[in-house]
Structure formats: structure tokens, C-alpha cells
Nanobody, 119 residues
Framework: QVHLVESGGGLVQAGGSLKLSCIAS????????MGWFRQAPGKEREFVAH????????NYADSVKGRCTISRDNAKNMVYLQMINLRPEDTAVYFCAARHSATHIYGSWGQGTQVTVSS
């Protein structure tokens, strides 16, 4: 189990940018692929972005492709989500999650950080 804490959410106008951060408390951060997910009010949690253990592979939901960049710093146990050109439909609670290389399951989740995009 990995303890994850997100930060960086807030209120931003449409077209603006935010960078979310997530710090992981584990001595083996490089053994975990990391993901960002989001949940809007009344909706299911949905995938946003994924980054492999080394950071060499990333993939994105179609809804954010070209507007979001996921990155990680294994030396700092950090994963980031840079978001640009934000839209009101991006409003949600954003969660980071850790997926161990052995299980391929997102077994650890943070508490989430609220992103609100005003029109």
C-alpha cells in the first residue's frame, strides 16, 4: 500500500492552466506505474492519464489528449499532471493512483484534489 497525497487543485477560468502534484510515500516508487483519474459530480470516476514505472510510456484519455501532460520524478517520489486550455467540463476531483508492476492493479489512491473551471 502506498500513501498518496495530491495537491495543486483550485479554481481557474476556462482556457487557464493548472499543475497537479502527487507525492507517494514508498521506498519503491519506481516499481509503480502511476495514473490520474477524475470524478465529476454525479459521474463515474474516469481515467485521465497513465505513466509507466520509468516514465517512458504515457497514455491519455481522448478527452484530455493534447491538453494534459503526465510526468514523474522518481528521485522525489512525485507524479504531476500539467493541464492547459482547461474547460468547464474538466471540473472534477482529481485523484492519483499507484499500480504495482507485479499486480497491474491500481491498489492505492489519494484523497483527491478539486479542480473547478469556470466559464
Amino acid at each position: 500500500q502506498v500513501h498518496l497525497v495530491e495537491s495543486g487543485g483550485g479554481l481557474v477560468q476556462a482556457g487557464g492552466s493548472l499543475k497537479l502534484s502527487c507525492i507517494a510515500s514508498t521506498r519503491a516508487f519506481s516499481n509503480y506505474a502511476m495514473g490520474w483519474f477524475r470524478q465529476a459530480p454525479g459521474k463515474e470516476r474516469e481515467f485521465v492519464a497513465h505513466i509507466s514505472e520509468s516514465g517512458g510510456i504515457t497514455n491519455y484519455a481522448d478527452s484530455v489528449k493534447g491538453r494534459c501532460t503526465i510526468s514523474r520524478d522518481n528521485a522525489k517520489n512525485m507524479v504531476y499532471l500539467q493541464m492547459i486550455n482547461l474547460r468547464p467540463e474538466d471540473t472534477a476531483v482529481y485523484f492519483c493512483a499507484a499500480r504495482h508492476s507485479a499486480t497491474h492493479i491500481y491498489g492505492s489512491w489519494g484523497q483527491g484534489t478539486q479542480v473547478t473551471v469556470s466559464s
